[in-house]
């Protein structure tokens, strides 16, 4: 990787646990749907992160998951858990930011920020282990 590449990945890596304090933030201010969007694109970030530190990129959501299903769950590099959660994260916010009358709830952001907490700890472990160490 280049030192631009190096820097991109621990920039997206301090932006993923910024937006995770944004939503922890909007969590205690009971602002639901917002909360589940920061908790999506906070797990976006780290991914976006990986996929940089593997000198891969996607333009899209959907890329981004694919490219992430494809590299790193489908042959166990990372927790199939882990897939799991970025998926039901990207449900959540289509389904907060675009459907009417959709709110998430207490216990469902709650449930998704340990969850999410968890996901960019083990990615940014990943990441600091296979990438920025070499």
């Not at 959540?92 to 998430?104: I, L, N, P, T, W």
């Amino acid at each position: 990787m280049t030192e631009y590449q190096i820097e991109l990945v621990k920039y997206r890596l301090q932006k993923s646990e910024d937006t995770l304090n944004d939503a922890v933030y909007l969590a205690i201010g009971k602002k639901w749907n917002s909360s589940a969007n920061r908790l999506y694109y906070s797990a976006y970030y780290s991914v976006q992160a990986l996929l940089m530190c593997h000198e891969l990129s996607s333009k899209t959501h959907k890329g981004a998951r694919q490219l992430f299903h494809q590299n790193f769950i489908q042959n166990n590099t990372i927790e199939k858990e882990l897939g799991d959660l970025y998926t039901q994260l990207f449900e959540a916010r289509q389904e907060s930011d675009y459907q009417d009358f959709s709110e998430q709830t207490e216990e469902s952001i709650n449930y998704f920020i340990s969850k999410t907490r968890l996901f960019i700890s083990q990615i940014k472990e990943f990441i600091e282990l296979n990438c920025l160490n070499n």
